[in-house]
C-alpha cells in the first residue's frame, strides 16, 4: 500500500515538475501557459479487437471525437491542454527513428493506428489526430482516474468500409459546423504604407519538421518571423501583418485569404525542410514560386507535403476551387508570377550574404499558400533540419539576426525597384520566361 501511494505522489509531483522543466527548456514561442491543464505522457495498446489510444491528464476534460475520410483519421477536440510531451513520441514508427517530415509509406503495424499527432488548435482549444491503418469505428472517448492521474483515452474498433465513410461524412459535418468564420485580419491602415504580410509555416498541432536533436520547425519559424517583422517595422517603410504570432494552427486558404483581403503588397512564407537519414549532406536554404509545373521532383514532394498540412492539423479537405477562365484574372495572375519570381532572385542574392544556399536554391511547384493570384509570394524554406550544421544556424540567436538583415534588404530591394515606376518591362518579361519555365 505505501509503494502505491508514493508511486501515486510521484505522479502527481511530475505534472508540476514537466511544466517547469519543458518551459526551461524551449524557445519563448514554446511556452505554454501554466495555467493549463498538463499531458505529460501519451501512449497506444492493442486490446483483442480494439486500439487505445490514451493520454494522461492533469484532469479530465470534455472532448468531441470524430472521423474523416481522404485520408482516414480520428479526431478528438478538446479544451486547451499543455501537451508536455516529445512531438516525435507518436510519428510512425520508421520516421520516428528519423524525425522528419518526408517519409516513405509507415510500415505496417499492429492496431488501427499508425501514428498521431496532438498540439493547439486554436485559443481555448487542442487537438488529437490519429491516422488510422484502416476504416475504423469510435467506440468510445472518455476521461477518467487512474492511479496518480487522470487518463484521456480513445478506444477505436474496425469497421466495414461504407460504415467508416458514412461515420466520415458526418465527421466533416459536424466539424463544418463547429468551425466559427475565421477571425478578419486588422483593416489596411490610411497610410500609403505597403502591406507586407510574414507567414510563418505550421503552427497548434501541425508541428512541421523534427530533427533528431529536438528542433521543431513551427518554433523555429515562428521565431525568425517575429525578428524579420521587427526589422521591417522599424524601417517605418511597411505595414506588417503575421498569418499567426503564436503557437496557434492557420489553415493554408486562411493565409491567402489574410493576404488578399488587405491587399498584401508581398506574401513572405517562412519554413524549414528535413529530409530521411541518408539525406543529411544536403543544406542550405531554397527560394520556392508557384507554379503549375514543378521545376525538379524533388520541388513537387517538398509542395506535396505542405499542402497536407491542413491534413495533418486534422481538417477536412477543402476541394479547390480551380482556376477561374478569365482574361482579366489570368494576366492579373501572370504579372503576380512576375513580381514573385523577381523578388525570389532578389532575395536569393541577399540572403547568400549571411546563409548557406542550396545547391539549388531557386526552384518552384504548386504550393496552395502561394497561389493568390494578386499577391507576389515566395516560399522560404530556411535550411534542413535533418543537417546538424543547418540546425546550429537555424536556432542560434545571431544566425537569425544576420538573415533577417538580408531578407529585410531583399525586401527594400524589391520595392526599390518597383517604385516609381514599377519594374522595368524587360525584368517583368525575363521574370514572366521564367516563371513559365519552371522557376529556374
Known amino acids: 500500500m505505501r509503494l502505491v501511494m508514493a508511486i501515486n505522489l510521484l505522479k502527481r509531483a511530475a505534472f508540476a515538475a514537466a511544466a517547469a522543466l519543458v518551459c526551461a527548456a524551449q524557445p519563448t514561442a514554446a511556452r505554454a501557459e501554466t495555467a493549463l491543464p498538463i499531458a505529460i505522457a501519451a501512449h497506444t495498446d492493442v486490446r483483442g479487437r480494439e486500439t487505445r489510444l490514451s493520454f494522461t491528464l492533469q484532469s479530465c476534460l470534455p472532448t468531441e471525437a470524430y472521423l474523416l ?20 513520441q507518436g510519428e ?15 510500415a505496417p503495424k499492429a492496431g488501427l493506428i499508425a501514428s498521431y499527432r496532438f498540439g493547439r488548435l486554436a485559443p481555448g482549444k487542442s487537438r488529437i489526430v490519429a491516422d ?16 496518480g ?24 459535418r459536424r466539424q463544418a459546423l463547429a468551425d466559427a468564420p475565421p477571425p478578419l485580419p486588422p483593416a489596411q491602415p490610411p497610410s500609403e504604407k505597403p502591406v507586407v504580410v510574414i507567414d510563418p509555416g505550421h503552427g497548434g498541432v501541425d508541428t512541421g519538421a523534427l530533427s533528431k536533436h529536438h528542433a521543431i ?38 493565409r491567402v485569404r489574410i493576404a488578399r483581403r488587405l491587399n498584401a503588397a508581398l506574401f513572405v512564407s517562412v519554413h524549414a525542410d528535413s529530409l530521411p537519414s541518408d ?37 477536412e479537405t477543402k476541394e479547390d476551387a480551380g482556376d477561374v477562365n478569365d482574361i482579366l484574372f489570368d494576366l492579373t495572375r501572370r504579372e503576380t508570377r512576375a513580381y514573385s519570381s523577381v523578388f525570389a532572385r532578389s532575395l536569393a542574392q541577399y540572403f547568400k550574404v549571411a546563409a548557406r544556399l542550396n545547391k539549388n536554391p531557386r526552384r518552384s511547384a504548386g504550393f496552395v499558400v502561394l497561389k493568390s493570384p494578386d499577391v507576389p509570394s515566395v516560399l522560404l524554406e530556411l535550411g534542413y533540419l535533418s543537417n546538424a550544421r543547418d540546425v546550429s544556424d537555424l536556432t542560434s540567436p545571431a544566425w537569425r539576426d544576420k538573415a533577417t538583415t538580408q531578407v529585410a534588404k531583399a525586401i527594400d530591394n524589391y520595392f526599390a525597384m518597383r517604385q516609381p515606376a514599377g519594374l ?17
Open 92 to 106: 510512425a514508427q520508421p520516421a520516428k527513428k528519423r524525425r522528419h517530415r518526408h517519409h516513405a509509406e509507415p
Open 217 to 254: 520547425e513551427k518554433f523555429i519559424v515562428l521565431d525568425f518571423a517575429k525578428a524579420l517583422g521587427a526589422k521591417l517595422t522599424a524601417s517605418g517603410h511597411y505595414h506588417i501583418v503575421f498569418t499567426r504570432t503564436d503557437d496557434t494552427f492557420v489553415s493554408l486558404g486562411e
Open 149 to 172: 492521474a487522470d487518463e484521456l483515452t480513445l478506444v477505436l474498433a474496425p469497421a466495414s468500409d461504407a460504415d467508416f465513410k458514412a461515420a466520415a461524412r458526418a465527421g466533416a
Open 279 to 315: 539525406g543529411d549532406e544536403v543544406s542550405g536554404a531554397t527560394i520556392y514560386t508557384v507554379s503549375d509545373r514543378a521545376s525538379d521532383a524533388e520541388a513537387a514532394k517538398i509542395a506535396e507535403h505542405e499542402n497536407m498540412a491542413d491534413s495533418a492539423a486534422g481538417e
Open 132 to 147: 488510422l491503418t484502416g476504416p475504423a469505428a469510435i467506440v468510445s472517448s472518455s476521461c477518467a482516474p487512474v492511479p
Open 424 to 440: 522595368p518591362a524587360a525584368s517583368a518579361d525575363a521574370a514572366l520566361k521564367a516563371t513559365q519555365s519552371g522557376g529556374n
Open 69 to 88: 475520410g481522404n485520408p482516414a483519421r480520428a479526431i478528438v477536440d478538446l479544451p486547451e491542454v499543455n501537451f508536455q510531451i516529445d512531438p516525435a
